[in-house]
């Protein structure tokens, strides 16, 4: 075990400095995208009308994506360690872990937002804001303008870095892709509309599962973060046991209702929800805290839970299921 711990440090470290100083990479090499375009050529072959076939056959899509990108890395990093060896294998792993977590693309999302209000520019942070959430931001005041780009920040702590990261932590990188497309097939398919209702039924329950530790599990970074940063981790932690359950969602409300009450606002989606007991928000400058915190909470966890489970189990998983795979193919 021992000898693959610097490999296995490697791996998280290039995964790390690559969100940090590169970034998302470009749409035709990203392979989120690419399970977005598989979901969305095997929907249009889904016809509606029978609600009994729309779910059996949105559960076979939703597996078929899942075990086929998965397969497909555990493939590739096999290939890789057989041919160019652990060093190699470890530097690839890096660059594939980071696709399927978005630490630093938050705060590029919310930053233009950010700007188009400080500028007092309300119609320019609403279409910023549009690129960030799926409601009708045509008609929001400023207060919610502010409030739906942090709710989506704080949202994402737990789809985009916590649960990717927690499943690269205990099965190894093929079960961190295994669940970005579990996550994707959400976003696109689980919506409760007439043409997804029943075709991503098994998508967003599926969803609803594969969050339900770590959006209860990252509250307490959230609030250690706040801590750290001067903030109300007592009030996040009040506003998290009171408002958890304002969401449709068992998961969410968990852990935005603790960056809620921390940051003293307000979080509201109207007809929805309400967390938080504070105002809504009227500074633009709650943005770039929202991220902080976000960002803060994230590298505690990764050090305190995802390094130590990588190394003790994860990559072992992974090692032994690429081993497996060789076997069965002769290599």
Not at 87 to 105: D, E, N, Q, R, Y
Not at 210 to 233: E, I, Q, S, Y
Not at 245 to 260: I, R, V, Y
Not at 269 to 297: F, N, Q
Request: charged content about 20%; aromatic content about 10%.
């Amino acid at each position: 075990m021992f000898e693959l711990v610097p490999y296995a440090f490697l791996t998280i470290t290039v995964a790390l400095l690559v969100d940090r100083f590169l970034g998302e990479p470009p749409n035709a090499l990203h392979p989120v995208v690419w399970m977005g375009r598989a979901i969305s050529s095997l929907d249009k072959r889904i016809s509606r009308g029978h609600p009994r076939r729309e779910r059996l056959l949105g559960a076979v899509m939703a597996l078929a994506v899942m075990l086929s990108f998965s397969f497909l890395s555990l493939l590739l990093m096999a290939l890789v360690r057989d041919a160019l060896g652990l060093v190699a294998w470890a530097i690839v792993g890096g660059v594939i872990l980071k696709t399927m977590f978005a630490m630093s693309a938050m705060g590029k999302h919310t930053e233009p937002v950010r700007k188009a209000l400080l500028a007092g520019d309300l119609e320019m942070g609403r279409r910023k804001a549009a690129m960030m959430v799926s409601r009708d931001v045509s008609e929001l005041d400023r207060g919610h303008v502010i409030s739906c780009a942090a709710e989506s920040a704080a949202e994402n702590t737990v789809d985009s870095i916590f649960s990717p990261l927690f499943y690269f932590g205990l099965l190894g990188l093929p079960a961190a892709v295994a669940y970005r497309a579990s996550n994707t097939l959400d976003a696109m398919v689980g919506y409760l509309n007439d043409k997804y209702r029943h075709v991503g039924w098994f998508s967003a329950k599926l969803d609803d599962c594969t969050n339900f530790v770590m959006a209860r599990a990252a509250v307490p970074f959230v609030l250690l973060a706040l801590m750290v940063m001067g903030k109300d981790w007592r009030a996040g932690w009040s506003a998290s046991k009171r408002y958890h359950d304002q969401t449709l969602s068992p998961n969410k409300g968990w852990h935005m209702s603790a960056f809620a009450g921390g940051l003293g606002i307000r979080f509201e989606k109207v007809g929805w929800y309400v967390m938080g007991d504070g105002p809504l928000p009227s500074d633009p400058e709650v943005l770039r805290d929202t991220i902080k915190v976000m960002t803060l909470a994230s590298y505690l966890f990764v050090f305190a839970a995802v390094v130590p489970l990588y190394l003790l189990v994860g990559v072992e998983v992974q090692l032994f299921v690429e081993n497996l795979l060789l076997g069965s193919i002769g290599v």
